[in-house]
């Protein structure tokens, strides 16, 4: 054989190449590494999402390293690269730059395998939801910027059961303190959270704004977030879809989701609502006692280090400053369908 052997398999006359290990090797890798990205996709999303972002990161970066330094062989020292008439150190440098942008590119392949897996993954399960017609509707926003009203509304709707996870973190930390436990002790919230029980969510105590603050401290820690998620996640795999509605379902509980909501309002509209809500209950607050609470609770959730109050890419914003309970339920009707017919923007 003369020439290089990649271009010899192509041009032969009887295509032996294509069974050649040699030759297949590559593809069977970047097949093997594609099938695990579909997997992994398929396991968890938000995971998977993150070890695709460090890879294509990663092999990038390397292979724009040793282009660099292949570019500078080329240019500055061609004698090193076209014979061997120079110094032995020389020509090591230059195999190991070599086998370095060989290694970057098998890297690059790999990044590119497992994206690949993992967009397979995803066509895949949106065709079966939506042979089956599920509904999985994910709304996060700030305190009392409307999502819990709307989710309601739309769970009504849609005749989707609906779950507000705020609750589930209010409900951890009234029983820590119940407990005797501090807000902050991890040990105690993890306990507390690992054996809370569903049928205690219907408190009205856990409406009040202490609760509310108690859980954004409760809310920060990753153990805590990680006992809930399990719950939340089997509580979205009912048959029909569900409803789910709290600052992280969007972009960890439900990255899947058919349509994600992010609801907005400005702050001293939300302490407005929110301080007429605990008037009409009779809990003795000002409004500016509720604006400073919402901004500290802004503030904690959306600075956390885990799953941080944030709205998903995908997300359609809606900001209910000017809007009432059933203007917002009407844009927010809206944007689901257009979703459902494939088509949908940004903003409503
Ligand atoms: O939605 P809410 O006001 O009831 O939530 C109370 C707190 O719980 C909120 O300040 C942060 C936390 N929370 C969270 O971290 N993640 C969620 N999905 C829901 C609530």
Not at 163 to 170: A, E, F, S, V
């Given at each position: 054989m003369s020439g290089p052997y990649f271009l010899e398999c192509l041009s032969g006359p009887n295509g032996d190449c294509f069974s050649s290990p040699f030759f297949l090797a590559p593809f069977a890798l970047v097949a093997l590494v594609a099938a695990g990205g579909y997997a992994a996709r398929r396991a968890d999303v938000a995971s998977f999402r993150r070890v695709r972002r460090r890879a294509l990161r990663f092999s990038t970066s390397l292979l724009i390293l040793s282009l660099a330094a292949v570019g500078y062989f080329l240019i500055f020292d061609p004698q090193t690269v076209s014979t061997t008439d120079t110094s032995p150190h020389a020509q090591a440098v230059w195999a190991a730059t070599v086998s370095g942008l060989g290694a970057s590119v098998g890297f690059v392949a790999g990044a590119l395998g497992l994206s690949l897996g993992g967009w397979i993954a995803k066509q895949v399960g949106r065709r079966e939801r939506m042979n089956v017609q599920r509904l999985v509707i994910a709304i996060d926003g700030p305190a009392a910027s409307g999502k819990g009203t709307l989710a309601k509304k739309v769970?009504?709707?849609?005749?989707?059961?609906?779950?507000?996870?705020?609750?589930?973190?209010?409900?951890?930390?009234?029983?820590?303190?119940?407990?005797?436990?501090e807000l902050?002790?991890?040990?105690?919230?993890?306990?507390?959270?690992?054996?809370?029980?569903?049928?205690?969510?219907?408190?009205?105590?856990?409406?009040?704004?202490?609760?509310?603050?108690?859980?954004?401290?409760?809310?920060?820690?990753?153990?805590?977030?990680?006992?809930?998620?399990k719950y939340q996640r089997?509580?979205?795999?009912?048959?029909n879809g569900a409803v789910l509605d709290g600052r992280d379902i969007g972009t960890v509980v439900c990255p899947d989701a058919d349509i994600k909501i992010f609801v907005t309002a400005s702050a001293e509209e939300r302490a407005r609502r929110r301080h007429l809500e605990y008037q009409a209950r009779g809990e003795a607050t000002t409004y500016e006692d509720v604006l400073s609470d919402i901004r500290r609770r802004d503030a904690r959730d959306s600075s956390r280090d885990i799953s941080p109050m944030e709205p998903a890419r995908d997300a359609v914003h809606l900001d209910t400053t000017a809007l009432d309970a059933d203007a917002a339920f009407q844009a927010t009707l809206e944007a689901i369908e257009a979703r459902r017919r494939g088509r949908c923007g940004k903003n409503v």
């Open positions: 769970a009504l709707h849609y005749a989707l059961p609906c779950l507000d996870t705020g609750l589930l973190y209010r409900a951890v930390a009234r029983d820590v303190i119940a407990s005797g436990g902050s002790d991890p040990i105690a919230a993890v306990a507390a959270a690992q054996a809370l029980n569903a049928a205690t969510l219907d408190d009205g105590r856990l409406r009040g704004p202490a609760a509310g603050d108690a859980a954004s401290i409760v809310a920060r820690i990753p153990e805590v977030r990680a006992a809930l998620l089997a509580f979205a795999r009912q048959p």
